[in-house]
């Protein structure tokens, strides 16, 4: 039997997605972060921040709100 068949990497297949996703919408003033694939089915709200996640628990997704006020309030100090 022969065992040196290279069938390529899972990532080489076709209908996986590179993860995250990043979406920034300045008009509206929010930002999503799609981190894995999947259905939301609970949502809360943490800090400003909306924090999806999928029936199991895990954290699809992270949307945040009033984009600009956001990165003000949270300035990163030196």
Same mark, same amino acid.
């Given at each position: ?8 990497? *899972? !990532? #080489?297949?076709? =209908?996986?997605?590179? *993860? ?9 003033? *929010?930002?999503?972060?799609? +981190?894995?694939? =999947?259905?939301?089915? !609970?949502?809360?709200?943490?800090? =400003? ?7 199991? =628990? ?5 949307? $945040? +709100?009033? +984009?600009? #006020? +956001? $990165?003000?309030?949270?300035? $990163?100090?030196?």
């Amino acid at each position: 039997m022969d065992r040196a068949h290279n069938h390529g990497s *899972f !990532r #080489n297949k076709k =209908g996986v997605k590179d *993860f995250p996703e990043v979406y920034i919408d300045k008009d509206a003033d *929010f930002a999503s972060i799609k +981190l894995a694939p =999947g259905v939301e089915s !609970r949502s809360y709200v943490k800090d =400003g921040i909306v924090v999806c996640e999928d029936a199991k =628990g895990r954290i699809i997704e992270i949307q $945040l +709100l009033n +984009l600009k #006020n +956001l $990165l003000s309030s949270k300035k $990163l100090t030196a």
